[in-house]
């Protein structure tokens, strides 16, 4: 799966939107950018994905360079709820083996969000 | 939406006790898989099950096992529990097959200490 870098940490103003960064330059034509966050103590929550096609759904929205090697999170308007560990990630859509839906979470961005 | 639930939030045992750790599924996926999360190490995989009795090594095995005998539910078992596997239990599912990118579902975790 491609490696993907994203800022350790960024600052948004409640009602503002967060606007998160993804670098994933060695993506394959095959792998899917996935979002994910995660509350203190809590398991991972899924946000969003894409391939190809900017893509929005009642959480988020997610832009895909034409080139495909980085996005963005946008969170319209963040709220205090909203800070988190955010964490992109990239994997292809292969069947069988270990490598098959195994996730691998980086570092992600720890988002906060302030009055 | 999907809901993965995970029996236990919070669970104190005792090094050498048998640990069984419960996560149920509710949207019949094939998938099933048991990560552990701990500060600086990200997630890592234990085990995985694409079918029922059907079980994958993940990349830290040693001192577990699981159980698939339902397709919805899938345990994680600590044979004799020691100290070195006090850590957050994940427990995640995810549609089988070529699933068009479809995402993982996680629970809410288990924080599993043993003392």
């Known amino acids: 799966d491609a490696k993907t870098t994203q800022p350790p940490s960024m600052d948004c103003a409640e009602g503002r939107a967060a606007n998160l960064p993804c670098n994933h330059s060695t993506i394959s034509g095959n792998e899917y950018v996935y979002w994910y966050r995660q509350i203190h103590s809590q398991g991972p929550q899924y946000i969003i994905h894409?391939?190809?096609n900017n893509e929005t759904n009642e959480m988020a929205s997610l832009i895909i360079t034409e080139d495909r090697k980085s996005s963005t999170l946008i969170l319209p308007h963040a709220t205090l709820r909203d800070t988190a560990v955010y964490y992109c990630i990239v994997r292809a859509n292969n069947a069988g083996g270990t490598s098959y839906g195994k996730l691998t979470f980086g570092q992600g961005t720890i988002l906060t969000v302030h009055p | 939406d999907v809901k993965v639930t995970q029996s236990s939030r919070y669970l104190v045992k005792r090094t050498g006790e048998k640990v069984f750790l419960e996560c149920v599924q509710d949207m019949d996926h094939e998938n099933m898989f048991w990560y552990r999360q701990d500060p600086g190490l990200g997630l890592r995989l234990i085990y995985f099950?694409?079918?029922?009795?059907?079980?994958e090594k993940g990349d830290i095995p040693e001192g577990y096992s699981v159980s698939r005998e339902k397709k919805e539910r899938f345990s994680l078992i600590l044979e004799s529990a020691s100290t070195n596997q006090t850590s957050m239990y994940l427990c995640?599912?995810?549609?089988?097959?070529?699933?068009?990118?479809?995402?993982?579902?996680f629970g809410d975790g288990t924080r599993l200490s043993i003392l």
């Open positions: 099950s694409y079918d029922v009795k059907m079980k």
């Open positions: 894409g391939l190809k």
């Open positions: 995640a599912s995810i549609l089988g097959g070529r699933n068009s990118g479809q995402p993982q579902h």
